[in-house]
């Protein structure tokens, strides 16, 4: 499975989705205070999502100084391969939506 393949599974579970967008918001997160942000994900359930989105280099893993605390942080790497990918997809349906605008313009006359 190639980088991307890992970082688009990553990003296809909603909780794995919203653990990223509380890193984006809220920075360096220790793995306890993410857990407490979703009640109704177990902490274990909470502990592999993280390890799915360590995997794909979606996060990265700083430890604490005594190495008791584990936080993580936001990398937003992978998601900028996925953009470039997305990109050709973007420009063709901009194209197609400009086409139709011009469409429904013409049709007034």
């Known amino acids: 499975m190639t980088v991307l393949d890992t970082a688009y599974a990553a990003i296809a579970n909603p909780v794995r989705r919203q653990i990223l967008d509380q890193l984006r918001v809220h920075g ?40 008791r605390e584990q936080s993580y942080a936001l990398n937003a790497e992978p998601l900028a391969e996925i953009e470039a990918w997305l990109q050709p997809y973007q420009t063709f349906w901009q194209g197609k939506l400009g086409e139709l605008k011009e469409i429904i313009e013409n049709s007034d006359r």
Do not use: Y
């Open 28 to 67: 360096t997160l220790r793995a306890g205070d993410i857990a407490k942000r979703f009640t109704a994900v177990s902490r274990p359930g909470i502990s592999r999502h993280l390890r799915v989105l360590r995997e794909a280099r979606l996060v990265r893993l700083q430890e604490s100084a005594d190495g």
